[in-house]
């Protein structure tokens, strides 16, 4: 089986939380390997899934543009590239993860790297899982990896200004032409019930809501003593809800 999925949307939504539970849910009931690559500049993807990292994509290229014209004699460039980034790949138990890294402004953005590019598709070829925490734009999506997405999940949280950002978020998808098979929207941080308001802005939006997730006070309590998301017992019900979620779309 091969499944990549990648999880968007506005600052501070849930993104990162729910690529962790995701991780989780496939760590425990699958033997598959799983690749995790952070795209968010303020990566905090490593700290949710337990993992260290060494450097960041961002980083090492800078570096390898510095190097550009002092680069060991006989080693063609994209080989010694390729190398750098394989250093960088952090291995944990069952989870391997990348970091990008970029920050704003870096000039990492729009460095037109090629050879990263079919790094990455050739990485995400030997896992059976991947998935992408990313930014609020995607831009990383589309520069980054050519490979087809089985799923973008649009995370928001329960309000009308959160639906239509989702909403932006799917049609910056649909404009950039990423190949992307099913896009669903997921409401994070669930507080009783969905307000009719909050209801009518995704008919609006047409957006396909797949999953809300409860408020969970274990998710707060892990997060504050960095305790990592993926050892969350099935007892936290942003968990369950992942859990059903996964279940839901992955037909075994
Ligand atoms: N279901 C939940 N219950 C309680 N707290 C939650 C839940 N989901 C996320 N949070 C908390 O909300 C905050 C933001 O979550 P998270 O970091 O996952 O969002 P993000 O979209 O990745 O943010 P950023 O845009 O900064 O990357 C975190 O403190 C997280 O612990
Ligand atoms: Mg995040």
């Known amino acids: 089986m091969s499944l990549a999925i990648a999880v968007a949307g506005k600052g501070g939504t849930g993104k ?31 700290e949710a899934i337990g993992l260290e990292i060494k450097a960041t994509i961002g980083a090492t290229l800078a570096k390898f543009r510095e190097e550009l014209s002092n680069l060991p004699q006989g080693i063609p460039k994209n080989e010694y590239l390729e190398s750098k980034l394989d250093e960088i790949l952090v291995e944990g138990e069952k989870v391997d993860l990348l970091v990008m890294g970029c920050k704003e402004g870096s000039g990492c ?28 734009g995607m831009e990383h999506l589309s520069r980054r990896m050519t490979r087809e997405l089985d799923f973008l999940f649009l995370v928001s949280d329960p309000t009308v200004r959160g639906i239509r950002t989702a909403g932006a978020l799917r ?9 992307i098979k099913e896009i669903f929207l997921i409401i994070d941080k ?34 504050l003593s960095g305790k990592p998301l993926t050892g969350l017992p099935e007892t936290s019900v942003a968990t369950r809800a992942i859990n059903e979620l996964m279940k839901q779309i992955i037909a075994v």
Do not use: W
Not at 109 to 135: G, H, T, V, W
Not at 171 to 179: M, R, T
């Open 16 to 46: 990162t939380t729910v690529a962790a539970l995701i991780i989780g849910y496939l760590k425990n009931k699958f033997n598959g390997s799983i690749l995790a690559v952070d795209a968010d500049p303020t990566a905090n993807l490593e």
């Open 109 to 136: 953005y729009c460095y037109p790297n090629q050879i990263l590019r079919q790094y990455l598709d050739m990485l995400a070829k030997n896992y059976s899982f991947l998935i992408i925490d990313n930014e609020a």
């Open 171 to 179: 049609d910056l998808a649909k404009e950039l032409e990423l190949n």
């Open 190 to 223: 669930l507080h009783g019930e969905l307000h009719p308001l909050v209801l009518e802005e995704i008919k609006k939006q047409r957006l396909e809501l797949i999953k809300t997730i409860p408020e969970d006070a274990m998710i707060v309590d892990y997060s």
